[in-house]
């Protein structure tokens, strides 16, 4: 565990005990119990670090609504774009058991190649009944809770390293309602190691292991993602929405158009065949 979380989270009472769960920006997690009367509370606890490194199915923590509309963006686009390669898999929020004795954390998004048996994959996915590690993993950053937050950019950098993730990203949700979002990764070099992730000139990371850049827009409101062969963009479903909108209304002016231009044709044909029955009907009346 790194120096700033084990600090933390030896706090577990919050940084001051007088302190509200608003003031903290505290995650809390939903979890179903068995009372001493055999019926089922849903129960309502500060997130700890053993909770959200080792959760039980069916746990659930809130983190805001931005935080859940980040991960359900970029894993719909992720697998809409893979959805024709059957070697990788897509996962948002599914358990990952990562091997004896390691933490099984379910990452917001992660993207597997070559798994043996994906179609198996449900509740969890076992990297060793598989036989490999997510080729890449996103977890969206939520800026309420710091403690979870160190959580995710330090504890989860040691522990995918140390289970061989080859590229691993963070996405930042802006801190106040004015801010932008952020990107950073890193990716493991030849020794194991993860370095940090350097972006080009355009401000993108290279994910080498999907054959994606990740960048944020100009306006600092949302991540771009282009394939780096094309550079055709994976758009969101509201970009999807607007451009299936598009060829729809596109395909009916054209529809409209050709039964306006076959309204002319057989109009025009019918004249012509009036026109010939008439010249016929005169030079029979000479």
Request: charged letters at 35%; aromatic letters at 6%; hydrophobic letters at 35%.
């Amino acid at each position: 565990m790194t120096e700033p979380t084990r600090r933390a989270l030896q706090r577990e009472g919050g940084p001051a005990a007088s302190e509200s769960r608003e003031e903290t920006g505290r995650a809390m997690l939903l979890r179903w119990v068995e009372r001493p009367d055999g019926r089922m509370e849903l129960t309502e606890t500060p997130l700890t670090r053993e909770d959200y490194l080792n959760p039980r199915f069916g746990d659930k923590w809130v983190q805001g609504r931005k935080h859940g509309e980040a991960i359900f963006d970029l894993g719909g686009r992720l697998r809409h774009w893979f959805h024709s390669a059957p070697e990788i898999l897509v996962l948002f929020d599914v358990q990952h058991l990562l091997g004896p004795g390691l933490p099984k954390p379910s990452p917001d998004v992660s993207v597997i190649r070559g798994a043996r048996n994906p179609e198996r994959v449900d509740g969890s996915y076992d990297v060793v009944k598989q036989g490999v590690s997510p080729c890449l993993i996103i977890e969206v950053i939520s800026p309420k809770d710091r403690r979870i937050r160190e959580i995710d950019e330090h504890d989860k950098v040691e522990i995918y390293e140390r289970t061989g993730v080859p590229e691993y990203l963070l996405l930042e949700l802006p801190r106040k309602s004015s801010g932008r979002l952020g990107i950073f990764g890193y990716r493991l070099d030849a020794a194991g190691k993860y370095q940090r992730m350097v972006p080009d000139e355009q401000g993108r990371l290279l994910s080498k292991t999907t054959g994606l850049w990740f960048s944020i827009s100009p306006e600092g409101d949302r991540v771009v993602i282009r394939d780096v062969a094309t550079g055709a963009l994976l758009p969101t479903f509201e970009e999807e929405g607007q451009e299936r909108k598009r060829a729809e209304d596109q395909a009916a002016q054209e529809a409209e158009a050709r039964q306006a231009a076959e309204a002319r044709a057989a109009a025009a044909e019918a004249e012509l065949i009036r026109l010939r029955a008439e010249m016929e009907r005169l030079r029979g009346g000479r």
